[in-house]
């Protein structure tokens, strides 16, 4: 891609300068609209939403759905069952009810390991496909978004390359020949989300009435993390910001086995985006595509990635699903799709830092101080019985056979942690929640690519070479 193409140095200034206090507009909007109220808006959002679920027939779906994602963030709730008749329902719920919903299916389909099976496999599909968007809608936004600009854009496919909860992309090519991907959001999106969280906001309410178990695990807590992940997805400039920051940090350390598409200068609007095409396949279809793939060497650097991205930068891609990884014919990486990253500062990375220390170690101590240092565990708990019982749990899972924790047990670790913390006060900050999805992320791309793998021995011998390679900067941190 011509550096000509590229975002300028002052576009990106003004990103810097002006996304920040977005980013905390919509944190503040996001808690306005799960707080459960009844507004004037709110009316016709339950009519709305009232005739999908009666169209569904489907009474009690929102609240299934609900505990689920809930669930899946780690929120001390139990899944509901998982009986044929409550899946179909919910499944027609998430169909008929829209992209808020199939984003509330996105994350009980990420969840392996946090939910039963038979949740995740339901929703799968609501990881990699949305209905598409009706022939000639996307022509016409990227013609009214770049106004006098877009003839630089010289063709647009009609098919669309993917179509999502948010948006949906389409090969490109500008009138220099480099070919881009575009990436539009959905008209009328932003009016939608917030009307539906607003509903989903008085179906959290009125379960936390009615079951004592919805209520300890603090469901409305769970829609303004979900509204707040939601409405910065749909402001494609932060996108832009996470690509070029993210682009950045990985030169800066040295990682050129990812690549990350880059924004083009002038392209770039609240609804839509406009970056360089990449190369690649979904992972858990590169081998089928593109013949036998080095499972092993491709995991070690995804641990590598995340972890040190994380532990160094405190900024990192948050919804790591087999859909934005993508492998490239020359064994690399291909990351797309940034539209939720999470941010540290230097306080809660120094918090996570001792966190995955102790975690390598089985030391429930430190992990429960480090979880009270990152906020996430209140001041005033009793931290001594919580590391007891935290330390319990992990010693039954020190007496694994042969001392490995594969894939398929990296997911049940997570989750009995964090349903022993959750019980005890445990309020995972959005942060958290992205983290650990990214976790259970490596599992299942261990799963594809590396089904072998000892996780937990990959997880912690890349911790110790990221301490005997950047020590002075971890001191630094942890000073």
Known sequence: MSTST?????????????L??????????????????????????????????LRAAAPDAPVALLTAAASAAGLPVAPPAASAGTLERAQR??????????????????????????????????RDAAPPLAPGVVAE???????????????????????????????GRLDDGTDVVVKVRRPGLRRQVRSDVETLALAAAAAERLHPAAAAANLTGFVELFASLVLQELDLRLEALNLVESAAMFERRGLDHVRVPRPVEGLVTERLLVMDALPGVPYDRAAAEQGPVDGERLLGLAIQGVLQCTLLDGLFHGDLHAGNVLVAPDGDFSLVDFGICGRL???RRAALVRYLLG???????????????????PADAHVGALARELQAELDRLDARADGAVTFDRLGDTLGRLLRVLAANGFTMPKELVLFFKNLLYLSAFAASVAPEADLFAEVTGVLGRIGEEHGDELSALLA
């Open 93 to 126: 719920l998430v169909r008929a009810g829209g992209p808020t919903y199939v984003k509330l299916g996105q994350f009980i389909a990420s969840a392996r390991g946090l939910l039963p099976d038979a949740w995740v496999d339901a929703f799968g599909w609501c």
């Open 359 to 377: 975690f390598a170690a089985s030391d429930a101590a430190a992990q429960v101080a480090a979880m009270q240092q990152f906020g996430a565990v």
């Open 141 to 171: 936004v990227v013609a009214r978004e770049l106004g006098d600009a877009r003839g630089r854009l010289a063709w647009l496919d009609d098919e669309p390359l993917a179509a999502g909860s948010i948006g949906q992309a389409h090969r």
């Open 345 to 347: 500062d230097d306080r």
């Open 20 to 53: 920040p206090r977005v980013r905390l507009a919509l944190e503040a909007e996001a808690a306005a609209i799960a707080r459960p109220r009844i507004w004037p808006d709110t009316l016709g959002a339950l009519a709305s939403t009232g005739w999908r679920v």
């Open 6 to 18: 590229l975002a300028r140095i002052d576009e990106v200034a003004r990103w810097r300068g002006d």
